[in-house]
């Protein structure tokens, strides 16, 4: 299995990340330490990280850098995360309560202003403006996404376009940061620079499609969150934006009402709208693009060891039911 | 008046700083667009902006980077305010709804975010890595005081000295960053530029501490906000401390009560206590103190107009009923 696979191969490097991660959440006030180790710890499947120092190390870099900036790429993402689950008052996350779910909604928005700056004042330590400049710019890319995400909230007539962007904005583009840093430091030519842009690009679209996927098809078990999430917060996803544009009249009615209403009510005949209009296949057809771009742009780099694990990663992220 | 004094004194740069701050809030989301530009309108009194702008004028300063990063400085602090009047559910500020209010909290968490991220990017884009330490440090005690202050809701034993560590952290932390990045930009000596950063830090909790008592003993008219804001929220603060420490069983229950369940209902025997013993005197003496180290801190600093209008803002700061 490619997760696997990756992690048995940054074995040393995964663990020093988590050390470092761990060096930034240390403070003095309980509650930062309380919180931000809680969701740190939440089984996030550190996929960020692993790419920037498979690509690190796919380049023969030698140094310790890119175990501080796959700490802050975690870091930031973590953030989000807990500013996402406040806003869409989510319960759990990873089949564990969210960290709002726990300690009400108060303290992690706090702690995630925290994480965020505890990030930035990392990378800024790096001392390299280049990276500032590519995080920085991430940062104000993944807060737009998370603000355009909430303005399609209950609106059904988000375009497919219109979805793309969300997508890139708030999952393709640190991706993208992530393995663009481990060109940056390993002081590769430009042109490798943006290939593995390219690469962590069409990744993070895929995982985020095949997560959109999974919101409507995995067995709960599985998924750790229960299904339906984003009909639930009426948040249009590429399966209700294929099937709304394909489905018959009830069931465009079904997706309308769900996205517009409460959406829970009307899973079922969503779902159903979902199946007769083959939007789950789509979905995966588009992420399995994505996916064999991103191995694509991996053609012109190193032919070690860590290239083959992240070719396989981008198999994994469309193949995977979790 | 000072705050005029220094508006008449600074007025090209002021526009500058505020056309330099809706160049930074420019943003094709319409609701990025809408509330950010919203909380900056509303009516904040650009102090930290003005310390900055002040300080590099005294020095001769004569290039551009002041506009920006007084633009960065106030961004900071919006995003703060932003998420600090979700996490109090606050209704009012400075007399107008806050964000929350009108539009609630799910969007002020996500654009606060994009404030940040976009008062980083902006940073970064001045390349100066001193400035990004001093910026980024700040940024992370200002989250630090805001986690902090919150962990110390409804405790009615919070001590004076944990008290100052949260108006350092939460206030006087970025006027410090303020004045420090004036003299930085200005390429001073490091002994002014230490004297110019006291000078920031001790108005700074001495802005906190006269915020503090007016929202025990301010006319509602002026403050823009209703009285008792800080007892409703279970927010203990010098007034109360002191008057804790030093009042009779009825009053220090009434403290206890108050800080621990709902205030409203205690604000009228909660006021008496803190009238009887002399605590808003006693919070007005410490700022006044700290006021007159800010001035002293100034002493070696060139002897400008700028100068001068500074220290007039140290003594307004102290003086003012709003």
């Known amino acids: ?18 050390r470092a991660i761990h060096r930034l959440l240390e403070s003095d006030i309980p509650l930062i330490a309380l919180l931000a180790n809680y969701v740190i710890e939440s089984g996030g499947k550190r996929l960020r990280p692993m790419v920037l120092l498979a690509a690190a190390r796919m380049f023969g870099y030698r140094g310790h850098r890119h175990h501080t900036l796959a700490a802050v790429v975690e ?5 989000t995360l807990m500013h996402d689950d406040v806003v869409d008052a989510a319960q759990q996350r990873r089949a564990t309560p969210t960290a709002n779910a ?23 330590a790096d001392r390299d403006i280049r990276v500032l400049e590519i995080l920085s710019a ?37 991706f993208e ?13 430009q042109a490798e620079e943006e290939a593995l842009a ?26 750790g969150k229960h299904l339906g999430n984003d009909l639930e917060e009426g948040n249009p996803t590429l399966p209700t934006i294929h099937a709304l544009a394909h489905a018959d009249k009830q069931g465009r009615e079904a997706i309308r009402r769900a996205l517009a209403e409460e959406g829970a009510a009307w899973l079922d005949p969503v779902r159903a709208a979902i199946e007769r209009t083959g939007a ?38 469309v193949g995977r039911d979790f």
Chains 1, 2 share one sequence.
């Open 198 to 223: 390219r690469y962590g690009h069409n990744l993070g679209v895929a995982f985020q499609l095949i997560d959109d996927c999974l919101d409507y098809s995995a067995t709960a078990a599985d998924w």
């Open 1 to 18: 299995m490619a997760i696997e696979q990756l992690q048995s191969l940054l074995g040393e490097d995964l663990r020093a990340v988590d």
């Open 177 to 189: 940061a992530a393995a663009r840093l481990a060109a940056v430091i390993s002081e590769r030519p």
């Open 280 to 317: 789950i296949e789509y979905t995966r057809e588009v992420a399995s693009q994505r996916a064999s771009w991103a191995k694509q742009a991996l053609a012109t780099l190193p032919d070690t060891e860590e290239r083959q694990a992240l070719a396989a990663a981008a198999e994994f992220t």
């Open 102 to 124: 726990l300690w009400g909604s108060q303290a992690p928005v706090l702690v995630g202003d925290f994480l965020f700056a505890r990030a930035f004042q990392s990378m800024v």
């Open 75 to 79: 870091l930031l993402h973590t953030a």
């Open 138 to 174: 991430a940062t104000r890319e993944l807060a737009e996404g998370e603000v355009l995400q909430l303005q399609n909230t209950h609106d059904p007539d988000v375009a497919e376009e219109d979805y793309l962007r969300v997508v890139t904005a708030k999952t393709a583009v640190l």
